[in-house]
């Protein structure tokens, strides 16, 4: 799972990025051109029980990888496929917006919902021009076809008009084999999208910010304030004054818990485990996955030879303590691949190989 910090110059992305994956107050280096990347490890605490229960010798923890994108810079055309190409492989988005006083580096005052209306239409460009040069390159293919219809062609020329009205292809009314037939254009209204107000420590609950608020809330976007600046200071501190510091602000948690959890919450995510005796290891997933793509997940072998999954519901192992003790109680299930893989599932996975 991926996701990326996009916003205006100077918006606070580097800061967050490093708050979130624990980098503390590595120097920001403004302006670079580049992403940088990091992998946060997500503890489940449910993994040491299942270790201890088969006797793994190792535990792999879930992780998120976090993506620092370079700025973007508004007045993107649709021939501009930088955007796309920084931004198209992340499976959310999370738009940093200023929210905090003026700095030197900002010539025009402040405006988080004018830059929260230009990252979006910077993305909305940014999917018209893929789509448009599909479209294009589809066309001159079909006039030496015999057969003028397209499908692909067709879908492409709805989500052209969708995006033209200024809607997102998220909020499209598409069947799964269309959004399958999408996945591969990277779009980037088609990921969910978080907006994270950088608020300043005065304003935590981003009370100046209502017309970003509003504007998100009319996009169907979540968003949550966070303060980069105060919780820089806070990642410095030891846990006993943290907690002190977080109550002082009526915090319920530091921007690194916050973050991840609202990106869990946009996603969707559940977790489904593997065990054995070398490993216990969880894996994250969007809810609504079968168990075969599960399995694909674990290795593409599996996806390919799936013959049924044996699953075992964390809350029955927990309680029972082993996995005969969960046999004989028939709580170890037999599902085949369209089986809906549900958060806390162990999944052993049967397979030709
Ligand atoms: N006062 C205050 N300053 C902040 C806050 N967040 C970031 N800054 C400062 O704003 C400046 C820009 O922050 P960065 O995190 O580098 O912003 P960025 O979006 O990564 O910038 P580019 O990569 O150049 O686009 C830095 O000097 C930060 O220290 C905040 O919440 N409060
Ligand atoms: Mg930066």
Redesign the pocket.
Known sequence: MKVGFL?L????????FNIVTGRGNEP?E???GDARLAVVKVPDERIPRIQEIYGSSAATQPEVTFA?L??LHSGVDSRDESLSKIAGDADALAL?LQC??E?D?RAEPLEPASDLEALMLAMTVTDLGIVERRIARIEDELKSARDKTSHERDLLQRVNEELGEGRLVRDMPLHDDERRMLRGFNLLTSKPLLVIF???EEDLRARTCTGACKLAEEAGMAWIPV????EQELAELDEETKLEFLAEYDLEAPAHDRVIRACYDLLDVITFFTANQNEARAWTISSGVTAREAAGKVHSDMYDGFIRAEVIPFEKLNELGSVAACKEAGCVRLEGKEYLVQDGDILEVRFNR
Do not use: I
Request: glycine share 22%; hydrophobic share 30%; net charge positive.
């Open positions: 916003g110059p100077g918006s606070g992305k580097s800061t967050l920001s403004m302006g670079r620092d370079p700025a940093t905090f006083g700095l580096h950088n608020v300043s303060s980069a600046g105060l």
